[in-house]
Structure formats: C-alpha cells, structure tokens
C-alpha cells in the first residue's frame, strides 16, 4: 500500500483485511498490539476500532473485543419485529419495561383519533434476538379498542399477531425513520453507550376502516440492526 496514505486509512483498510480472516466470535487483538504491528500510534487503532464498532463489525465482549455477527436486517413493512426475527432465522424475545393506562395528551390523541384525555394503554419492551438487546419499542393502543390487553395479553409474546386475534387488519402505516443518540435510561436498557448511534422509527398504524390502530417509537442500535425496503414504480 503506498506510503503516502494518511495512517487511519491504511489501518483501517488492514484492519478490515485482518476481519476478513476471523469468524465471529473470534477475539481482536488489543489496541497496543494492533499498534506495534501497524506501526502507528494506539490512538490511531483506537479511531479505527471505534469506527468498525458503530459499523456493527466488532463488539465490546467484557474487557476484550470480538468479531460481531452480521446485523440483523429488518423489512420495512406492516409486520412485527417477531415476525421480522424469525424469518432471518433469529430467535425473538422481549423484556418488559412498562405496561401501564395512561391519558393520552393531545399529540397522542390526535394521532389516535380520540377525544383529548382518553385513556390509552403504553407498552414499553426491550427487543431482543438470540438473547442480544437490540431495541427499545413504545407502542400506545386506544385503551376503548385494547383496554383488555392490560390483563389479557403477555408482553413477552407478538402484540401484532394479538390485534389480528382481535380481527383486527392493518392496511397503511406511515413511518419516519432518523438516527439519534439514546437517552442515558435507554441506553442503559439496551445495555450500550450514550454515544452509540441509534436509529429511530416512528410509526401510525390504521386498519381497513381507516381507524388508527397504534403509535409507536422504536429505537433500535445502529451497531447491530439495519432495514431495508423494496422500491417498486
């Protein structure tokens, strides 16, 4: 490689090399010995290394460092992350956070097409896929259509596959999707750093009749998940 590169590229693109050799699991060499063998300075392998951890290519596995596992991929369609998990022959679950009735404040309601002040059912899970945190979802239900679920529903199972028990269809939702830092409590829920880049969704989800169904807020690690959709004209 010639000589004239800037150091953190060069590392960087002998480091993506070295990668390619290791299967996940395998352990990266430490910081000091990346130095040595490179020929640079450790805050130059430090920069390096922080950059593939936010790309999801490495992770922090206690006081070492480890080759990660591909990030999970996620549709962009009106199915749940369960549905989501498994068919990438992952295997979901979820940790309840909050299940609670609240009143809905006039944002919420609106977008729920209620009266202000109604009563509205929050849930709040942290996502998992083979026992790896990687979200946080907020889902709010019109407490006059789902109040039930508070005593009815197991938060550790699909909400979406238990709407459409209700006979319940989803028909359009409309998503924003944007990257953020997480707050300190989510970021110590989903057990990472306050400066690891997430990616934020927000979703309003109506039936067949038109009626809104749900809004939600997910927050997911930028490190460990990604999405993708189909564009057709």
């Known amino acids: 490689m010639p000589a004239s590169l800037p150091k953190y590229y060069r590392v960087r693109t002998e480091l993506d090399e070295m ?6 699991g395998d352990a990266v060499p430490p910081e000091r010995s990346l130095s040595e063998r490179f020929g640079v300075a450790r805050e130059t392998v430090r920069q390096a290394l922080q950059e593939l951890l936010v790309e999801g290519r490495i992770e922090r596995r206690g006081r070492g460092t480890v080759v990660a596992a591909p990030k999970l991929v996620q549709p962009l369609s009106l199915q749940s992350y369960t ?15 909050t299940f609670e009735r609240i009143v809905g404040d006039e944002q919420l309601c609106a977008d729920l097409d209620i009266a202000d002040g109604s009563s509205v059912l929050h849930l709040e899970r942290v996502l998992l896929a083979d026992g790896e945190k990687l979200g946080l979802e907020s889902t709010y239900l019109p407490a006059d259509r789902f109040g039930h679920f508070l005593h009815d529903f197991d938060p550790g199972t699909s909400l979406y596959a238990a709407i459409r028990a209700e006979r319940v269809s989803f028909a359009v939702a409309e998503e924003r999707i944007e990257t953020v830092l997480a707050s300190p409590r989510e970021a110590a829920l989903m057990e990472t750093t306050t400066a690891m880049p997430m990616l934020l969704l927000n979703r309003r989800s109506l039936d067949t009749d038109g009626r809104p169904i749900e809004r939600v807020r997910s927050l997911y690690r930028g490190d460990r998940m990604a999405f993708r959709a189909i564009l057709r004209e």
């Not at 990668?19 to 996940?24: C, E, Q, S």
């Not at 549905?83 to 956070?97: D, F, T, Y």
Request: hydrophobic share 45%; proline share 5%; aromatic share 0%.
């Open 19 to 24: 990668l390619a050799t290791l299967a996940v």
């Open 83 to 97: 549905e989501g998990a498994k068919q990438h022959g992952r295997v979901p679950s979820r940790e309840l956070v």
